[in-house]
């Protein structure tokens, strides 16, 4: 897939990800283009990881779906 370009600048977006640390049982991971002159951000998929005893819990947001989501249910 091309990467996208800044809506404001027209540069090449960045395509990174961040891992927030959380308190253990919970963590944020973060997949998103980044505009490496002006700093602009478009967030993409976002996964949380939940512990909860021995078991791992994936949740899997998707910005487009979310938005989708929203819009049906008004
Ligand atoms: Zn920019």
């Given amino acids: 897939m091309e990467r996208p370009s800044c809506p404001r600048c027209r540069t090449r977006l960045e395509y ?3 891992a927030e640390i959380g308190d253990g ?7 998103y283009y980044r505009c490496p002159r002006c700093g602009y951000r478009i967030y993409d998929s976002v996964i949380v990881v939940k512990k909860n005893g021995s078991k791992t819990i ?16 008004h």
């Fill in 25 to 31: 049982s919970r963590r944020v991971i973060r997949y």
């Fill in 16 to 18: 990174r990800m961040e």
């Fill in 58 to 73: 994936l949740e899997l947001t998707e910005p487009i779906y979310a938005v989708a989501r929203r819009i049906a249910i």
